[in-house]
């Protein structure tokens, strides 16, 4: 199934699961039939008004088009704000909607490329002003169609627009404008990289799991020893609270912040001067902790985060009572202020979610709503909580950026790789802060395809495109800074979502969804902007259904792709459908290449067929054992064949991890990433995609070829990292885009 992946008209693939969040799967209707025996088509009038708000009518699953029925249009306008119930509603609303558009003078916000001049259509009497973001004006000469110069500045800035009509009054519109790189820079050189669970790499020092101490050592001895370039991680963000707690990275409660749980005690700074009987009781808490690290070493345990965290936090508490010193108080005061009200309003929902539980739908009514005077007098009430949970985002703050400093000084051209979620837990911090802009009642999935009937839905809230555009897609933009500001490289989790995003009315299965369009100049722009100013490269993972055009646009922007290798067909070739292996010359330049992903089997298990069994014995399969497991077979003879082909591979050979990264080694790919528990043979993966307690998803230590958890410090004392560092390009020299100047 997975060989389809890449295919140009391919319809979504497991993977497609955004990254591994866990799909909400519904009985739906088969490949290609209507959504629903009982949804009719839309009417045209209403089909013209989904059209204006950009709501897709149909999709094309692979095998043609199918229509979206009539109650999910309603409900998809229904969540973006637009009333159309019943027939004559819709004729209103779309009245409404072309007045107010015949009404503006300006656009809802304005995207700019440097170096390009914009086409700018306003009357010809209108007065133009651009305020600039470091305080000065462009006065911009008159004319009936007016074009924004080509070197305006980078930057976000608002466009200003007064018009005087004889015997009318004067009108006056003004209208954010944001200027973008017209493309982000590369990273230098060709390197290579560990793809890495944190989690999951515990050292002799951790608590129970991996830590940002834990990843300092990891990208130090893997840069200084192996000449690794890059080390790209699993989301950081902040987790729903609760228990037990939701393991999987990609469904967090807050995308804009990290969670304490990943913080290292004895890294703040604070430890070092606790007074003696919080000092004893640190010690304790240690001890407590070795215990946890020992279970998952020792006894084959699974990582327990809720364990870990109690003992954690408890010790986080006593280093918050230590007095800090002037300077770094004021440099917390600095990063306070720096972070602004985005921090305060995550730090009272932590603080509330922990009176209340973490579901801000089910808090007393007047808590449900940021800026209201109930919540003012519950931060007043719960100022040292608040207070508490300020301080672990700064703490978070600085061990992130610690552990980015010390990649870049151990040699690593590019360093982190941060990966940032397509979404965030509906009933989390994030969405309880940006209702305003997040679609109510909507999930985001993927729609019914040859290889589910059934589509899939994440459960997670969308950003709402109308109301993303009136703020100048400011959240969006400040998520992305708080995602580049440690980070090399960011890796935007499902790309293909900045151009379109499947929706799923809240109750309907996922075959009831449709796609809702973005606009993809400004996503793209803002986000070059962002990474430009943090001097970061941009990954996009761009696995699954993928529109025509949206790779080249992707690649245009200087933006890289994302290659796993056994999805790389040759399409246009003899072997079928299915496709022979891509030439390792045909390989595009502008990505980063990978055997496998957090979501697909370790490249130990797909050798020895071992997922198709784990898969089987799950009652995961859709097709008799053997059906798969000829499949399975088929696709490592065709890699073989090629490897031995292109001279990877003596005749004979078994198919080895070490021919395959010698395959990727022959791409030009700009980064190619090893899967880090390849370095040890470790057969697990780490997420099973369409299992929830059936496998541990999440909570494995990276673990030998026999399922022997090993620490960091077993890892690079281990042969295989060095052998397979041995195959891989050599690391550019050291150095990053420099950030640019001007104001944030």
Same mark, same amino acid.
């Given at each position: 199934?997975?060989?389809?992946?890449?295919?140009?008209?391919?319809?979504?693939?497991?993977?497609?699961?955004?990254?591994?969040?866990?799909?909400?799967?519904?009985?739906?209707?088969?490949?290609?039939?209507?959504?629903?025996?009982?949804?009719?088509?839309?009417?045209?009038?209403?089909?013209?008004?989904?059209?204006?708000?950009?709501?897709?009518?149909?999709?094309?699953?692979?095998?043609?088009?199918?229509?979206?029925?009539?109650?999910?249009?309603?409900?998809?306008?229904?969540?973006?704000?637009?009333?159309?119930?019943?027939?004559?509603?819709?004729?209103?609303?779309?009245?409404?909607?072309?007045?107010?558009?015949?009404?503006?003078?300006?656009?809802?916000?304005?995207?700019?490329?440097?170096?390009?001049?914009?086409?700018?259509?306003?009357?010809?009497?209108?007065?133009?002003?651009?305020?600039?973001?470091?305080?000065?004006?462009?006065?911009?000469?008159?004319?009936?169609?007016?074009?924004?110069?080509?070197?305006?500045?980078?930057?976000?800035?608002?466009?200003?627009?007064?018009?005087?009509?004889?015997?009318?009054?004067?009108?006056?519109?003004?209208?954010?404008?944001?200027?973008?790189?017209?493309?982000?820079?590369?990273?230098?050189?060709?390197?290579?990289?560990?793809?890495?669970?944190?989690?999951?790499?515990?050292?002799?020092?951790?608590?129970?799991?991996?830590?940002?101490?834990?990843?300092?050592?990891?990208?130090?001895?893997?840069?200084?020893?192996?000449?690794?370039?890059?080390?790209?991680?699993?989301?950081?963000?902040?987790?729903?609270?609760?228990?037990?707690?939701?393991?999987?990275?990609?469904?967090?409660?807050?995308?804009?912040?990290?969670?304490?749980?990943?913080?290292?005690?004895?890294?703040?700074?604070?430890?070092?001067?606790?007074?003696?009987?919080?000092?004893?009781?640190?010690?304790?808490?240690?001890?407590?902790?070795?215990?946890?690290?020992?279970?998952?070493?020792?006894?084959?345990?699974?990582?327990?985060?809720?364990?870990?965290?109690?003992?954690?936090?408890?010790?986080?508490?006593?280093?918050?009572?230590?007095?800090?010193?002037?300077?770094?108080?004021?440099?917390?005061?600095?990063?306070?202020?720096?972070?602004?009200?985005?921090?305060?309003?995550?730090?009272?929902?932590?603080?509330?979610?922990?009176?209340?539980?973490?579901?801000?739908?089910?808090?007393?009514?007047?808590?449900?709503?940021?800026?209201?005077?109930?919540?003012?007098?519950?931060?007043?009430?719960?100022?040292?909580?608040?207070?508490?949970?300020?301080?672990?985002?700064?703490?978070?703050?600085?061990?992130?950026?610690?552990?980015?400093?010390?990649?870049?000084?151990?040699?690593?051209?590019?360093?982190?790789?941060?990966?940032?979620?397509?979404?965030?837990?509906?009933?989390?911090?994030?969405?309880?802060?940006?209702?305003?802009?997040?679609?109510?009642?909507?999930?985001?999935?993927?729609?019914?395809?040859?290889?589910?009937?059934?589509?899939?839905?994440?459960?997670?809230?969308?950003?709402?495109?109308?109301?993303?555009?009136?703020?100048?897609?400011?959240?969006?933009?400040?998520?992305?800074?708080?995602?580049?500001?440690?980070?090399?490289?960011?890796?935007?989790?499902?790309?293909?979502?900045?151009?379109?995003?499947?929706?799923?009315?809240?109750?309907?299965?996922?075959?009831?969804?449709?796609?809702?369009?973005?606009?993809?100049?400004?996503?793209?722009?803002?986000?070059?902007?962002?990474?430009?100013?943090?001097?970061?490269?941009?990954?996009?993972?761009?696995?699954?259904?993928?529109?025509?055009?949206?790779?080249?646009?992707?690649?245009?922007?200087?933006?890289?792709?994302?290659?796993?290798?056994?999805?790389?067909?040759?399409?246009?070739?003899?072997?079928?459908?299915? #496709?022979? =292996?891509?030439?390792? *010359?045909?390989?595009? @330049? %502008?990505?980063? +290449?990978?055997?496998?992903?957090?979501? $697909? !089997? &370790?490249?130990?298990?797909?050798?020895?067929?071992?997922?198709?069994?784990?898969?089987?014995?799950?009652?995961?399969?859709?097709?008799?054992?053997?059906?798969?497991?000829?499949?399975?077979?088929?696709?490592?003879?065709?890699?073989?064949?090629?490897?031995?082909?292109?001279?990877?591979?003596?005749?004979?050979?078994?198919?080895?991890?070490?021919?395959?990264?010698?395959?990727?080694?022959?791409?030009?790919?700009?980064?190619?990433?090893?899967?880090?528990?390849?370095?040890?043979?470790?057969?697990?993966?780490?997420?099973?995609?369409?299992?929830?307690?059936?496998?541990?998803?999440?909570?494995?230590?990276?673990?030998?070829?026999? #399922?022997? =958890?090993?620490?960091? *410090?077993?890892?690079? @004392? %281990?042969?295989? +990292?060095?052998?397979?560092?041995?195959? $891989? !390009? &050599?690391?550019?020299?050291?150095?990053?885009?420099?950030?640019?100047?001007?104001?944030?």
């Amino acid at each position: 199934m997975a060989a389809y992946l890449n295919r140009p008209d391919a319809a979504t693939s497991p993977t497609d699961a955004s990254s591994g969040v866990e799909p909400t799967t519904a009985p739906g209707t088969a490949l290609g039939a209507p959504p629903a025996e009982d949804a009719p088509p839309a009417p045209a009038p209403l089909a013209a008004l989904a059209h204006a708000h950009g709501v897709d009518t149909s999709y094309d699953p692979g095998a043609g088009p199918v229509p979206v029925s009539a109650h999910t249009l309603v409900a998809v306008l229904g969540a973006l704000g637009v009333d159309a119930s019943t027939p004559q509603a819709v004729e209103r609303a779309l009245a409404e909607h072309r007045a107010r558009a015949a009404a503006r003078l300006l656009p809802l916000c304005l995207v700019a490329r440097a170096g390009r001049r914009t086409a700018l259509d306003v009357p010809a009497e209108a007065r133009l002003t651009i305020a600039l973001e470091d305080g000065t004006d462009w006065q911009l000469p008159p004319g009936r169609s007016h074009w924004l110069p080509a070197d305006l500045p980078l930057g976000r800035h608002t466009l200003h627009l007064r018009l005087a009509e004889p015997g009318q009054d004067e009108r006056a519109e003004s209208a954010p404008l944001i200027v973008a790189p017209d493309r982000l820079t590369a990273p230098a050189g060709r390197g290579w990289g560990f793809l890495a669970q944190l989690y999951s790499v515990l050292s002799e020092r951790s608590w129970g799991m991996g830590d940002l101490a834990d990843l300092a050592e990891l990208a130090q001895w893997s840069a200084g020893a192996l000449g690794a370039g890059f080390l790209q991680l699993n989301p950081l963000h902040a987790a729903l609270p609760g228990t037990p707690s939701d393991p999987s990275p990609y469904r967090p409660s807050s995308r804009r912040f990290a969670d304490p749980v990943h913080l290292r005690v004895e890294a703040v700074p604070e430890y070092a001067y606790a007074a003696p009987e919080a000092r004893e009781r640190l010690h304790t808490l240690a001890r407590q902790a070795e215990r946890l690290r020992q279970e998952v070493l020792q006894h084959d345990g699974l990582i327990d985060r809720d364990a870990v965290w109690s003992l954690k936090r408890e010790a986080l508490h006593l280093l918050h009572a230590v007095p800090r010193g002037p300077g770094r108080t004021e440099a917390y005061r600095a990063y306070v202020r720096r972070e602004g009200d985005w921090l305060e309003q995550y730090a009272t929902w932590c603080a509330l979610a922990e009176q209340h539980g973490g579901d801000w739908h089910q808090w007393p009514k007047g808590l449900r709503r940021p800026g209201t005077p109930q919540v003012a007098a519950a931060r007043a009430e719960l100022a040292d909580a608040v207070e508490f949970h300020r301080w672990l985002a700064w703490q978070l703050d600085e061990q992130l950026g610690a552990a980015q400093r010390a990649a870049e000084q151990a040699g690593m051209a590019v360093g982190l790789i941060h990966d940032l979620a397509v979404g965030a837990h509906p009933d989390g911090a994030d969405a309880w802060v940006h209702q305003d802009v997040l679609a109510a009642g909507i999930s985001v999935g993927a729609p019914p395809d040859a290889f589910n009937a059934h589509g899939q839905d994440w459960g997670l809230p969308p950003w709402r495109p109308d109301a993303l555009a009136a703020t100048g897609y400011a959240p969006y933009a400040e998520l992305l800074r708080s995602a580049a500001r440690h980070a090399g490289a960011i890796r935007i989790d499902h790309v293909m979502g900045l151009f379109r995003l499947w929706w799923v009315p809240e109750g309907r299965p996922p075959t009831e969804g449709t796609y809702v369009r973005y606009d993809a100049e400004a996503m793209l722009g803002v986000l070059a902007l962002e990474a430009h100013r943090a001097g970061t490269a941009v990954i996009g993972e761009d696995l699954g259904t993928v529109e025509p055009g949206v790779r080249e646009e992707l690649a245009a922007r200087g933006i890289l792709g994302t290659s796993v290798l056994w999805f790389e067909r040759d399409w246009a070739g003899d072997a079928g459908d299915k #496709g022979s =292996p891509l030439p390792p *010359e045909r390989w595009r @330049a %502008a990505c980063l +290449a990978t055997l496998t992903t957090h979501d $697909l !089997p &370790s490249t130990a298990a797909r050798l020895s067929g071992e997922h198709v069994e784990l898969r089987h014995q799950l009652g995961l399969l859709a097709r008799p054992l053997a059906d798969e497991q000829a499949e399975a077979a088929a696709e490592l003879a065709d890699w073989r064949a090629e490897l031995t082909r292109i001279g990877l591979l003596a005749p004979g050979a078994p198919l080895d991890p070490a021919a395959l990264y010698r395959f990727l080694e022959a791409t030009p790919a700009k980064l190619v990433g090893v899967w880090l528990p390849d370095t040890v043979g470790d057969p697990r993966p780490q997420n099973l995609p369409g299992t929830w307690d059936q496998y541990p998803n999440w909570r494995l230590p990276v673990a030998d070829a026999a #399922g022997t =958890p090993v620490t960091l *410090e077993q890892l690079a @004392a %281990a042969p295989g +990292a060095l052998a397979l560092a041995a195959l $891989l !390009p &050599s690391p550019p020299a050291p150095g990053r885009p420099t950030p640019a100047s001007g104001p944030r």
